[in-house]
């Protein structure tokens, strides 16, 4: 494995890692594959379900149109754009919740939860500001006038569920920086399957409903999202949680760790922000190729992500066991939970990359089975099918990207993720522009650049975690 191959020449110590992992057996020794996987696999079936609710939602629009299907994807990428740098600070309570934890600061957790949380009702209007100018915003995007019209009417239905996306994200930060994993996985596989009956009703119009088309697919998300906020809060205000982890005493404001929360999840955020600026970017670009190459555009990385939250859960259980390892100050351990969770996912990231080579028509079924008369189908599908192969090309960088990001991040080595992502995100949407715009180049070259930006951060996080920096930090006092 790649935990038990690797973990011999970080930073110099060598002996002391050997020392630290020879008495233990690589499946059920401390940050063992055993330990990983009681606090991965939760998360990954979580990842999952949202993103087999999302991956539903656009077969479900692809039945509509293939213009619907291809405005809801941009859509949402604006409208997570547009969330993810305060989604990205709460999420990062996360950390503080992980370390509080491993340093045996029980009474801490609820406070540093709690404000997370009025970050998140403070962005509310944000939120609904945005609604107002969807109009103005993807008239930016020159697409078609059908196209645009189904991205405004997504966004706007969609956007009403922001502020619940950013109150769970930093309620759910209670269990799964904890550790205690299997309470976000069932809360969000219940929600996606509400989220999913939600979708069929209200896009078709079934049991009295109308059908809305996309507008319906956006408010059965928000609906969603909303619910899992209300059920987070609720059961992070239990009794026995307000008695061990100041869940209650904890709603006070706290100034000092607000600003705490702010400064390491900040640059945290703007991560995600960049680096979604860029990916974003390259998505509407391509959009300007032609409806074939968007539809297949949308298509390949509907599929991709379907296959790659698992390892956006494997990346975020990194997260959680360095932060408890380092705030019990045992870096050895943090190191090999980090190097267990990259083997892991390798090796699911390498199944799922083989499949996508032999058997594509496996992942691209369902997006024609309820639309047979489409225009351009065999043209569409071909390119798809053509596209997953870039994506096979990249998947196992992507696990090492996600894996490393999250493991320095869950130190608190948040502003070298900051400064990578701000150099690395505007160059992918300056490439995306001159290869488009400039260029005029073809579909296959834009895949081309955004699977060499990929290998390109894959290099740089692999040589951080490696060079070893992040051991000496901590983001709790």
Same mark, same amino acid.
């Given at each position: 494995?790649?935990?038990? /191959?690797? =973990?011999?020449?970080?930073?110099?110590?060598?002996?002391?890692?050997?020392?630290?992992?020879?008495?233990? +057996?690589?499946?059920?020794?401390?940050?063992?594959?055993?330990?990983?996987?009681?606090?991965?696999?939760?998360?990954?079936?979580?990842?999952?379900?949202?993103?087999?609710?999302?991956?539903?939602?656009?077969?479900?629009?692809?039945?509509?149109?293939?213009?619907?299907?291809?405005?809801?994807?941009?859509? /949402?990428?604006?409208?997570?754009?547009?969330?993810?740098?305060?989604?990205?600070?709460?999420?990062?309570?996360?950390?503080?919740?992980?370390?509080?934890?491993?340093?045996?600061?029980?009474?801490?957790?609820?406070?540093?939860?709690?404000?997370?949380?009025?970050?998140?009702?403070?962005?509310?209007? *944000?939120?609904?500001?945005?609604?107002?100018?969807?109009?103005?915003?993807?008239?930016?995007?020159?697409?078609?006038?059908?196209?645009?019209?189904?991205?405004?009417?997504?966004?706007?239905?969609?956007?009403?569920?922001?502020?619940? &996306?950013?109150?769970?994200?930093?309620?759910?930060?209670?269990?799964?920086?904890?550790?205690?994993?299997?309470?976000? *996985?069932?809360?969000?596989?219940?929600?996606?399957?509400?989220?999913?009956?939600?979708?069929?009703?209200?896009?078709? @119009?079934?049991?009295?409903?109308?059908?809305?088309?996309?507008?319906?697919?956006?408010?059965?998300?928000?609906?969603?999202?909303?619910?899992?906020?209300?059920?987070?809060?609720?059961?992070?205000?239990?009794?026995? +949680?307000?008695?061990?982890?100041?869940? &209650?005493?904890?709603?006070?404001?706290? @100034?000092?760790?607000?600003?705490?929360?702010?400064?390491?999840?900040?640059?945290?955020?703007?991560?995600?922000?960049?680096?979604?600026?860029?990916? $974003?970017?390259?998505?509407?670009?391509?959009?300007?190729?032609?409806?074939?190459?968007?539809?297949?555009?949308? &298509?390949?990385?509907?599929?991709?992500?379907?296959?790659?939250?698992?390892?956006?859960?494997? @990346? &975020?259980?990194?997260?959680?066991?360095?932060?408890?390892?380092?705030?019990?100050?045992?870096?050895?351990?943090?190191? =090999?939970?980090?190097?267990?969770?990259?083997?892991?996912?390798?090796?699911?990231?390498?199944?799922?990359?083989?499949?996508?080579?032999?058997?594509?028509?496996?992942?691209?079924?369902?997006?024609?089975?309820?639309?047979?008369?489409?225009?351009?189908?065999?043209?569409?599908?071909?390119?798809?099918?053509?596209?997953?192969?870039?994506?096979?090309?990249?998947?196992?960088?992507?696990?090492?990207? $996600?894996?490393?990001?999250?493991?320095?991040?869950?130190?608190?080595?948040?502003?070298?993720?900051?400064?990578? /992502?701000?150099? *690395?995100?505007?160059?992918?949407?300056?490439? /995306?522009?001159?290869?488009?715009?400039?260029?005029?180049?073809?579909? +296959?070259?834009?895949?081309?650049?955004?699977?060499?930006?990929?290998?390109? *951060?894959?290099?740089?996080?692999?040589?951080?975690?490696?060079?070893?920096?992040?051991?000496?930090?901590?983001?709790?006092?």
């Amino acid at each position: 494995m790649v935990a038990s /191959s690797s =973990r011999y020449w970080l930073d110099g110590t060598d002996a002391r890692m050997h020392q630290e992992t020879s008495n233990h +057996h690589w499946w059920s020794g401390p940050s063992g594959v055993r330990e990983v996987l009681v606090v991965a696999l939760p998360l990954v079936i979580s990842s999952l379900s949202w993103t087999v609710m999302t991956f539903i939602d656009r077969i479900f629009l692809r039945w509509v149109s293939g213009e619907a299907m291809s405005a809801a994807f941009s859509a /949402s990428m604006v409208w997570f754009l547009i969330l993810c740098l305060p989604l990205g600070i709460c999420a990062y309570a996360n950390t503080f919740v992980a370390q509080y934890f491993g340093d045996h600061q029980w009474r801490r957790i609820g406070s540093a939860v709690w404000q997370a949380i009025w970050l998140a009702v403070l962005c509310i209007p *944000m939120t609904w500001l945005m609604i107002e100018w969807a109009p103005a915003i993807f008239r930016l995007a020159d697409h078609a006038p059908t196209v645009q019209q189904h991205e405004v009417t997504y966004f706007r239905s969609i956007m009403w569920g922001g502020g619940g &996306m950013l109150v769970a994200q930093a309620a759910a930060a209670f269990y799964s920086g904890r550790g205690k994993t299997l309470v976000v *996985m069932w809360v969000d596989t219940a929600v996606a399957i509400v989220n999913i009956g939600l979708d069929y009703l209200w896009i078709f @119009g079934h049991a009295g409903f109308p059908a809305m088309g996309v507008a319906g697919a956006g408010y059965a998300t928000s609906v969603a999202l909303w619910l899992k906020a209300a059920i987070y809060v609720g059961l992070l205000l239990q009794s026995r +949680h307000r008695r061990e982890f100041g869940t &209650m005493q904890g709603m006070r404001w706290d @100034g000092t760790l607000f600003w705490r929360l702010l400064y390491f999840g900040g640059p945290s955020g703007l991560q995600m922000l960049l680096d979604l600026v860029g990916f $974003t970017a390259f998505v509407i670009l391509v959009n300007r190729l032609g409806m074939v190459e968007a539809e297949a555009t949308s &298509m390949a990385f509907s599929v991709s992500t379907l296959a790659f939250m698992p390892i956006w859960g494997f @990346g &975020m259980a990194a997260g959680v066991l360095v932060g408890q390892r380092l705030g019990d100050d045992q870096p050895m351990l943090a190191a =090999r939970a980090t190097w267990t969770t990259l083997g892991v996912a390798l090796t699911y990231m390498a199944v799922i990359s083989t499949c996508y080579v032999c058997v594509p028509q496996l992942f691209l079924f369902g997006f024609d089975a309820g639309n047979q008369a489409a225009p351009n189908q065999a043209q569409v599908a071909a390119l798809a099918t053509s596209l997953l192969r870039y994506v096979a090309a990249y998947n196992l960088l992507d696990a090492v990207l $996600t894996i490393f990001v999250n493991a320095i991040k869950g130190a608190g080595d948040t502003r070298f993720v900051f400064f990578v /992502s701000l150099v *690395m995100g505007t160059l992918l949407a300056a490439g /995306s522009w001159l290869a488009v715009e400039i260029l005029a180049a073809e579909i +296959h070259t834009c895949w081309l650049l955004i699977t060499g930006w990929i290998w390109i *951060m894959a290099a740089i996080f692999t040589a951080r975690f490696v060079q070893g920096k992040w051991r000496n930090m901590r983001v709790i006092e």
